[in-house]
């Protein structure tokens, strides 16, 4: 991956303001959550202080315990250790007090099973002093051990997961699931991230591409682990949470799309239908029926959209999303008035055609009705109206209680 390079002075004189105004001397902290890791976190622990003494780092080891029973921190605390006890469970939940504890300006993370080499540590922190805020591992650019990954990991779940992440995020990282990586105390503050299970590495990732920090990766080996237990990874589960947490950090993708393009189906639909019956090849004939497809197509594309809008204007005002210049310029344009005078004159043009329909109508003596054809194009428009006036209110309404008030404010 290409990054912007700086000189090594940078975090030098980074590493010595910090000191000066904190009194700490520590350069990079070493976090490991931790759950019953008995039979291997004494080994991390040694790899990691060793590796702070043989590259001349001011280092630490803080061990995140999630509530161990097994000794694991008797043995950590006897390694060197200084162990965190966290009481709400979750992967992400031990990560995030472990780091809030950790006292270096540079922090790596990584597994308490022995996966990971804690004896790379130098590694992460030459990246970081060539000006680098992230610096994430990538076990497929390194080498996987036999038996460190299982097939489906490392063949299905993995690449599919890095692919929508770099696909809707644009991150661009190799492996956006790697358990061990490294990054600045000030870009973990500026990413404000919820996660308490294994979303936290979908997150991360996310927040990490959306701040547009100083992205490396480095080639690193995955070896089986240590543990003696059953993981507490759940491959299906944890895999469709990761999945989950991508869709809701990205409206666009999970309602605008489709949204979009289901609304303008039904439009074509129900306009190329219109004037009559139209035939396709094979002597396929589209009639009345596939029209009133048309019209249920655009209803529920325009649902979908508004949906989206509901989920932008909340994820921009919770954080979720630090990119808000585009959802500014959309609503210096597009206010509340603007959206109840569209939806109030679609629904003034469809409740006209409507009422000229029931006028010709009750004037034949409500005879057979022959004009279904304008019945389905005036009322699709009528209830449009109706759509978005109501869409308009509480997309205001939303604004409002998140301090985003819509139209003539910015968002906060």
């Known amino acids: 991956m290409e990054t912007k390079r700086v000189p090594p002075l940078q975090a030098q004189l980074t590493t010595e303001l910090v000191t000066k105004f904190t009194g700490t001397p520590i350069e990079v902290s070493v976090v490991i959550p931790c759950l019953n890791e008995a039979n291997s976190i004494g080994i991390c622990v040694e790899k990691a202080q060793k590796a702070f003494k043989n590259a001349g780092l001011r280092g630490e080891v803080v061990v995140a315990d999630n509530g161990s029973t097994d000794g694991s921190i008797g043995i950590a605390e006897s390694f060197g250790a200084r162990v965190i006890r966290v009481e709400q469970r979750g992967y992400g939940s031990a990560l995030k007090a472990g780091i809030r504890a950790a006292r270096g300006v540079f922090i790596v993370m990584g597994d308490a099973d022995d996966s990971y080499d804690f004896s790379e540590v130098p590694r992460f922190v030459e990246e970081w002093r060539k000006g680098n805020d992230v610096v994430m591992g990538n076990r497929f650019a390194g080498q996987i051990k036999p038996g460190a990954m299982p097939w489906h990991h490392k063949y299905i779940g993995n690449p599919v997961l890095t692919a929508l992440l770099n696909l809707f995020f644009h991150s661009g990282v190799g492996d956006t699931h790697c358990g061990m990586r490294g990054f600045t105390r000030e870009v973990f503050d500026k990413m404000d991230l919820r996660s308490s299970g294994m979303e936290f590495a979908s997150e991360f990732v996310i927040k990490s591409a959306q701040l547009r920090a100083r992205t490396s990766e480095i080639p690193i080996t995955l070896w089986k682990d240590k543990r003696g237990r059953p993981p507490h990874l759940r491959s299906f589960r944890d895999g469709w949470r990761h999945m989950r947490f991508m869709f809701l950090y990205a409206p666009n993708w999970l309602f605008i799309l489709p949204g979009g393009l289901l609304m303008t189906a039904g439009l074509f639909l129900t306009c190329w239908l219109l004037p009559g019956p139209r035939k396709i090849p094979h002597n396929i004939v589209l009639d009345v029926h596939t029209m009133i497809f048309g019209v249920i197509f655009t209803l529920i594309g ?92 509480f997309l205001s309404m939303l604004g409002i209680s998140r301090g985003t008030y819509i139209g003539d404010y910015d968002l906060n």
């Open 302 to 393: 325009a649902q979908i959209l508004a949906i989206g809008a509901f989920a932008k204007v909340f994820s921009y005002s919770e954080r979720f999303d630090h990119n808000t210049v585009s959802l500014k310029r959309v609503l210096k344009r597009v206010t509340f008035e603007s959206g109840l005078l569209l939806g109030g004159l679609l629904f003034l043009c469809g409740l006209a055609g409507c009422a000229y329909i029931a006028w010709d109508w009750a004037a034949s003596g409500f005879g057979p009705l022959q004009q279904v054809r304008q019945v389905l194009f005036w009322t699709m428009w009528l209830f449009l109206g109706v759509q978005i006036i109501f869409s308009s209110f």
